[in-house]
T-cell receptor
Framework: DGGITQSPKYLFRKEGQNVTLSCEQNLNHDAMYWYRQDPGQGLRLIYYSQIVNDFQKGDIAEGYSVSREKKESFPLTVTSAQKNPTAFYLC????????????????FGDGTRLSIL | KNEVEQSPQNLTAQEGEFITINCSYSVGISALHWLQQHPGGGIVSLFMLSSGKKKHGRLIATINIQEKHSSLHITASHPRDSAVYICAVRSVNTGNQFYFGTGTSLTVIP
């Protein structure tokens, strides 16, 4: 079955430490996204990528970094510069942001919950 | 200001009740999505709408493009429907980005 795999499900970070969240998809999707979800707020876009080796900042990119070296993989690094990293992080993908014709739904992973020790 | 507003924020219903969740948006859209998020956190897509109405089992989604409003209905609600329901829109104005509502937390009591 095709889908998106996020790992780990739970992650703990010490102060001053960088951590990397994994996101892998086998849907052959071009576009991938990272969202942050906080209680009482809608999902907020951190970074997105439309194609390999290219990515764009979203609304809350500060303190985060990404890479897109392979189509299937879009890892997110939460750096020590992110002062409030405790949140639920969701990875998503679609066929493409500008696929002509029919709109494409987003497919989501099961999320990673990051907490500060 | 949120591009997508949902109501109510929380909803408790007795099993068998008819449920309606509302979504209003303020941007031009190419499509509107209804998503379901279970307690574990994973999200699944229920519907994608650009006009009219769609039905899947006990779930019905409608959209009024002129009024920029959508509703999600659940008929004969069941405890397994308990989840957070999220409205999301794909904007035509900002590079086809998605905007999300804050979600409606539904609890169906047996």
């Amino acid at each position: 079955d095709g889908g998106i795999t996020q790992s780990p499900k739970y992650l703990f970070r010490k102060e001053g430490q960088n951590v990397t969240l994994s996101c892998e998809q086998n849907l052959n999707h071009d576009a991938m996204y990272w969202y942050r979800q906080d209680p009482g707020q809608g999902l907020r876009l951190i970074y997105y990528s439309q194609i390999v080796n290219d990515f764009q900042k979203g609304d809350i990119a500060e303190g985060y970094s990404v890479s897109r070296e392979k189509k299937e993989s879009f890892p997110l690094t939460v750096t020590s510069a992110q002062k409030n990293p405790t949140a639920f992080y969701l990875c998503a993908s679609t066929r493409g942001l500008n696929v002509p014709g029919k709109n494409q739904p987003q497919h989501f992973g099961d999320g990673t919950r990051l907490s500060i020790l | 200001k949120n591009e997508v507003e949902q109501s109510p924020q929380n909803l408790t219903a007795q099993e068998g009740e008819f449920i309606t969740i509302n979504c209003s948006y303020s941007v031009g859209i190419s499509a509107l999505h209804w998503l379901q998020q279970h307690p574990g956190g994973g999200i699944v897509s229920l519907f994608m709408l650009s006009s009219g109405k769609k039905k899947h089992g006990r779930l019905i989604a409608t959209i009024n493009i002129q009024e920029k409003h959508s509703s999600l209905h659940i008929t004969a609600s069941h405890p397994r429907d308990s989840a957070v329901y999220i409205c999301a829109v794909r904007s035509v104005n900002t590079g086809n980005q998605f905007y999300f509502g804050t979600g409606t937390s539904l609890t169906v009591i047996p």
